[in-house]
């Protein structure tokens, strides 16, 4: 089965990370409002304001970036990436008040 990529970018560290067609059809029905900030999250995992990893699974990693103009009083972009062999694939991104 061919699994199509609304994109792949390489992350900091330089490893490829890709959003699947079906995880972009996740968020755009579970967050819709990060459907308008696609280029930011292209961003977020090229140029995070932070990284920090999952503590109940060692090839998660959480990728943050501030966007002080929202409204909203979440302002960190959250892009969830999991690794497998070394490429990422997101695993899901929304808002977040707090860097956890």
Known sequence: MFMAWIFEVKDK?????????????????EHPEVAPY?????????????I???????????YYRYFKERESEAKYLLV????????????TT????NIK
């Not at 969830?80 to 695993?91: A, C, P």
């Not at 929304?94 to 008040?97: D, G, Q, S």
Request: hydrophobic share 30%.
């Open 94 to 97: 929304y808002f977040v008040r």
């Open 13 to 29: 560290s330089g490893r490829k990370i890709h959003l699947s067609d079906e995880r972009w059809k996740h968020l755009n029905q």
């Open 52 to 62: 920090t990893t999952y503590e109940f699974d060692e090839n998660v990693r959480y």
């Open 80 to 91: 969830i990436v999991k690794y497998l062999n070394n490429h990422g694939f997101i695993i």
């Open 38 to 50: 696609i280029e930011n999250i292209k961003e977020t995992l090229k140029n995070p304001l932070k």
